[in-house]
């Protein structure tokens, strides 16, 4: 692993928790790897600005990246499609799919110990009770076609 894909994620997690936290959104579970990202937030109300939220997350993310690869106006994120959870049981396998991400690809043994995701906080801040019950629920239904490895 180089140090630059290190510093590469913490500046993806940072922008993703700064964007998301300027638009009003409220993050639950978030995983960034060095192609692509998921995460679990609750709307301001209604998810009207997801889209100018997602835009400028990419814009700049994007823009920051191309720079340190030197490859100006290279296109970074290909794909985005987003999931409305209005049912407990959707909801629940989604924070538990992007909690475990990293395990899936197969980054770490335990998710708590990939600094680039939310597990580690989610374990620390939610009852023990309530992380078992997440983490049983089933998720390998939920699609992620992306190859990721620590160089």
Not at 119 to 144: G, L, N
Request: aromatic content about 14%; charged content about 25%.
């Amino acid at each position: 692993m180089r140090l630059g894909d290190l510093r590469r994620w913490g500046v993806l997690q940072r922008g993703l928790l700064k964007v998301c936290a300027g638009f009003g959104w409220r993050l639950e579970a978030w995983a960034v790897f060095s192609n692509h990202y998921h995460f679990v937030a609750e709307s301001p109300g209604t998810a009207e600005n997801l889209s100018a939220m997602l835009a400028h997350l990419h814009e700049k993310t994007a823009k920051w990246i191309n720079r340190q690869d030197k490859t100006p106006e290279r296109k970074v994120w290909h794909n985005c499609w987003e999931t409305l959870l209005d049912l407990p049981r959707g909801y629940f396998a989604r924070l538990a799919y992007t909690h475990q991400n990293p395990v899936r690809h197969g980054l770490v043994t335990n998710a708590k110990d990939y600094p680039w995701c939310s597990a580690s906080w989610f374990e620390a801040e939610t009852p023990a009770a309530m992380v078992k019950t997440i983490y049983r629920f089933k998720s390998e239904q939920i699609a992620d076609d992306y190859e990721v490895e620590l160089e």
